[in-house]
């Protein structure tokens, strides 16, 4: 196997879909045995003392994709969702937009699911992360 340089490298990585760089990270991690999830970092004590030192809320790293609302231009939805689940068939696609609110998504990042939900709601479809 040709050994690939770093520009060749990023240069692939840059032509990768969204869920083809998702699938990638996801196989660097099995691979290697780590995680590409940010360390969390315990905060510094204010020197006045910090008057909400309640429970911080951790930042949500998952999320799933739910397609609520198709909206009026439903063959752009089906493209958009086609697009972002390239395993499914037209059939597939169409019946998951028509049966909203349904899951498009499971379990990704927040760039991905951000990313997605712009897919979806520029053909017209309303989305929800959760």
Known sequence: MAKLTKDELLKAVEEMTVLELADFVKALEEK???????????AQPTAAGDASSGEAKEEQTVFNVMLTDAGANKIGAIKAVRELV???????????????????????????????????EAAGAKIELK
């Open 32 to 42: 290697f045995g780590v995680s590409a999830a940010p360390v969390a970092v315990a």
């Open 86 to 120: 390239p395993t499914l068939g037209l059939q597939e696609a169409k019946t998951l937009v028509e049966s909203a609110p349904k899951e498009v998504l499971t379990g990704v990042n927040k760039a991905t699911a951000e990313e997605a939900k712009k897919k979806l």
